[in-house]
């Protein structure tokens, strides 16, 4: 019967540490894997870029097509160069947030990954010192 019980606590300490540092770091990392995904996706990174300095909305004036009015013309220009800094504007302030938010996750993450992975350690040094 104690050899039995022995060979039982064994199984028991082996699942458990399989479980501990195999099999949960491995999902956190997943998980952590999903938000960037996730996180990605939802602030379009490569969008933004490819139409970083495309007019906000798609807001274009035409020109005018007839006679030659400099001061239409240019007002034109004018306002379709602040439709693009509008929309540049937005779209920077747009990366710069996601970036946070995505370092923000990953600094979230990553912090769950560690504690989980140095929690017995902390724990037996606590205990240790408690002595």
Known sequence: MIIETTEYNFKLITIFIKWYFIEVPKQ???????????????????FLLKTFFSPWKGQIYEYPQKGFDLSLI?????????????????????MIIGIIVLLISLLIGGSAFII???????????????L
Do not use: E
């Open 74 to 94: 240019f007002q034109t220009w004018t306002s379709n160069m602040i439709s693009r800094l509008v929309g540049s504007f937005v779209r920077g302030v747009t």
């Open 116 to 130: 989980w992975i140095l929690y017995p350690v902390i724990f037996f040094l606590l205990i240790i010192l408690s």
């Open 28 to 46: 956190i990392l997943y998980q952590l894997y999903k938000y960037i995904v996730v996180i990605s996706k939802i602030y379009s990174f490569a």
